[in-house]
C-alpha cells in the first residue's frame, strides 16, 4: 500500500467560508438525523394532508410511513436539506393519488350484481321459443338460412352478407325476406 505525502503548503490553507460549509452540507445530503428531526415535526401535518386526500385513517398511516420510508431511502438525492419536507409532501400526495386509483380500480373490478332472475316459467317459456325457432331455421332453404343467420345474428349489413356469400345485394334482400316470411309461417304454426 503507497504512503501519500501530504504536500507542502506553500500558503496557509485558507478558512472555510459560510457558503462552501454549506455547500458542503448540501452535497451530503439529507441526513438520518435531520429525516428524524423532520419526522418528528411535522407527522402530524403530513398525516393531515393524507386525511385531506384519502378517507381512513388506517391508509392516510400507512402513505405517511411509506412516504418518510421512501424519502429515507433516496435521502441522498434530496441534497438540500430545506427541500426535505417538500419532498415528503410530494411523496405523500403522489401516494394518496396511487391508493385511489387502486380503490377505484377496485370498484370496478368487484362483481357486478346479477340482474333480477326471470322465474323459472319465463326461463322455460323462453326456451321452448328458442326451440321453436331453431327448429323453423332448420326448414328454410341453405340460402335463406345462412343469410339469415348472417343478416340477424353475426350482425352483418346486407353487403357484408353479398360479399361474404358471394351473391348479388339484390339476392341477399330476396334471400332475407323470404326467410322471414318462411319463419313467420312456421313459428305461427307452432304458437
Do not use: W
Not at 400526495?93 to 362483481?111: E, F, T, Y
Not at 328458442?130 to 353475426?154: C, N, P, S, T, W
Amino acid at each position: 500500500m503507497p504512503v501519500i505525502a501530504p504536500m507542502p503548503a506553500a500558503h496557509p490553507a485558507p478558512i472555510p467560508s459560510q457558503r462552501e460549509s454549506a455547500e458542503e452540507a448540501v452535497a451530503a445530503g439529507t441526513t438520518v438525523d435531520h429525516l428524524t428531526e423532520t419526522y418528528r415535526a411535522h407527522y402530524r401535518s403530513l398525516l393531515g394532508l393524507a386525511a385531506l386526500l384519502l378517507d381512513d385513517t388506517a391508509s392516510c398511516e400507512d402513505v405517511v410511513q411509506e412516504a418518510f420510508i421512501r424519502v429515507h431511502s433516496a435521502r441522498r438525492r434530496v441534497r438540500d436539506k430545506e427541500k426535505t419536507l417538500a419532498y415528503l409532501r410530494q411523496t405523500v400526495v403522489n401516494l394518496s393519488r396511487s391508493a385511489l386509483r387502486r380503490r377505484i380500480l377496485g370498484l370496478k373490478l368487484l362483481s357486478k350484481p346479477m340482474p333480477d332472475m326471470a322465474s323459472a316459467e319465463e326461463g322455460a317459456y323462453d326456451q321452448l321459443e328458442r326451440d321453436a325457432l331453431i327448429k323453423a331455421m332448420k326448414g328454410l332453404q341453405r340460402r335463406q338460412r345462412e343469410v339469415l343467420v348472417l343478416r340477424y345474428f353475426a350482425d352483418m349489413t346486407e353487403a357484408q352478407v353479398a360479399a361474404t356469400l358471394g351473391i348479388s345485394l339484390g339476392s341477399v334482400k330476396a334471400y332475407g325476406s323470404r326467410g322471414i316470411a318462411a319463419l313467420r309461417v312456421a313459428m305461427g304454426a307452432t304458437a
